[in-house]
C-alpha cells in the first residue's frame, strides 16, 4: 500500500515563513500543493511534473518554492511572506508513475495572525 504523508505548518506571524513536506513511498508522476481556506473551494496552488517545470499559482508566486526529490520521492514548499490569507489547510496531492493512482495526504493547517 502506497505511502503518502504530508508535515509542516502552523502557526506564524504575518511576514513569517513556514516548510511543508510531502513523502511518498512510490516513484510520482507528478506532485501537487492545494490549501482550501475557510468557507472557500480548495484550489491548486503548486503543479511540479517529474522531470517538467513547476506551476505556482499568482497568488503565491515569488513568496512560496517548491522543491522535489525524484529519489526520494518528496516534496517541499517553502512559504515566506507569509500573509493571514494564506491562512488554509494545506494538502499535498500526487499521481504515482505506474498505476496512475491519485494519492492525498492528510492535510495540514497553517495559520497566519499577530
Known amino acids: 500500500q502506497v505511502q503518502f504523508v504530508e508535515s509542516g505548518g502552523g502557526l506564524v506571524q504575518p511576514g513569517g515563513s513556514l516548510r511543508l513536506s510531502c513523502a511518498a513511498s512510490?516513484?510520482?508522476?507528478?506532485m501537487c500543493w492545494y490549501r482550501q481556506a475557510p468557507g472557500k473551494l480548495r484550489e491548486l496552488i503548486v503543479r511540479?511534473?517529474?522531470?517538467?517545470?513547476?506551476f505556482y499559482t499568482d497568488a503565491v508566486k515569488g513568496r512560496f518554492t517548491n522543491s522535489t526529490d525524484n529519489d526520494k520521492n518528496t516534496a517541499a514548499l517553502q512559504m515566506y511572506n507569509l500573509k493571514p490569507e494564506d491562512t488554509a489547510d494545506y494538502y499535498c496531492?500526487?499521481?504515482?508513475?505506474?498505476?496512475?493512482?491519485?494519492?492525498w495526504g492528510q492535510g495540514t493547517q497553517v495559520t497566519v495572525s499577530s
Open positions: 496531492n500526487g499521481q504515482d508513475s505506474e498505476a496512475g493512482n491519485e494519492y
Open positions: 511540479k511534473f517529474r522531470g517538467g517545470s513547476t
Open positions: 512510490t516513484s510520482m508522476y507528478y
